[in-house]
């Protein structure tokens, strides 16, 4: 059976890190253009990450509109998703009736997107990225008129991606980001070009940014002496600060870290691992 187009909102619990509410509004199966935030959605789904909640409850004879604004009034923070192939956006109008975003997330739901999926991508980058500060993009088709190269510049406090494969890690020294994931949806990375940018950030470049986190698919160990070599990098204990460690579970516990300084002494800290044997990790972070 066809799924019903969904609208998805997703509320931080302040109090409790990393967790956060979801609401899944669910559309008619004729919904096809997103015009305007006057639509009833079918029903609202609730899930609560972190505690395994969930449940159902009907419209409760609201429209999008004024769901968003009731979520709204009990959080600092919305961010909007976009899901590409489902519904088509009137961009402008919702840039209009939206309530100021914290961050937006693109994602592309086709195995192969269309022309349209693409111009949709870029319509919605050009929207909503002067406004915004957090953006995740993911699977999403870019053109040269509208690449990572853009984006990045974009004076961004977070960007998330997700793609088949790595996008040019050199070109991270001149975006300018607070803090980035990438999460490479295949086994394709190369380890000399993280290199070469850790090598670039030695010599100060991208001073603005604080935090990386990158993943792949590894099914071996992978040669962390190629990442390393010529950082002048330090192997120290991988025991992080009391609050990263509660949220580490027991396979990273035993990454390995190291530390490296750039030519005005500040050190950044690299840890890499290898969790569950499959899956390849680094993580960057400045000290302060």
């Known amino acids: ?44 789904q609730i899930k609560k990450y972190r505690r395994g909640i969930q449940g159902t409850v009907t419209n409760q ?84 008129n509208l690449s990572l190269q853009h984006i990045g510049m ?14 040019n890690l050199v070109d991270m020294c001149s975006w300018n980001v607070e803090s980035c994931v990438i999460h490479i949806l295949g086994y394709q990375i190369s380890l000399r070009d993280l290199n070469r940018f850790f090598k670039l950030w030695i010599t100060r470049c991208n001073p603005k940014l604080k935090k990386l986190y990158i993943d792949w698919g590894a099914e071996i160990i992978p040669d962390w002496n190629v990442l390393l070599k010529g950082l002048k990098s330090i192997e120290t204990e991988a025991e992080g600060d009391e609050e990263e460690d509660e949220d580490e579970d027991e396979e990273e516990r035993g990454a390995k870290k190291y530390i490296i300084k750039n030519v005005h002494g500040i050190n950044a800290i690299i840890k890499v691992m290898h969790l569950g044997g499959t899956i390849g990790v680094v993580k960057f972070s400045v000290e302060n």
């Open 154 to 167: 974009a004076n961004l406090k977070h960007l998330d991606l997700g793609y088949k494969r790595s996008p």
């Open 61 to 144: 004879g609201m429209n999008l509109g004024e769901w968003i604004q009731h979520f709204s009034s009990f959080s600092i923070r919305i961010d909007v998703c976009f899901i590409m192939g489902h519904i088509k956006f009137d961009i402008q109008n919702l840039r209009a009736t939206l309530p100021e975003q914290h961050r937006i997330d693109i994602i592309r739901s086709r195995a192969k997107p269309n022309e349209r999926d693409i111009l949709s991508a870029q319509n919605l980058l050009k929207a909503f990225l002067p406004n915004v500060r957090n953006v995740g993009l993911h699977r999403v088709p870019l053109q040269a």
């Open 1 to 44: 059976m066809e799924k019903r187009p969904t609208i998805v909102v997703q509320l931080d619990e302040i109090h409790l890190a990393g967790s956060f509410i979801e609401f899944q509004l669910k559309m008619p199966r004729s919904y096809e253009i997103m015009s305007s935030l006057n639509a009833l959605p079918v029903s609202v």
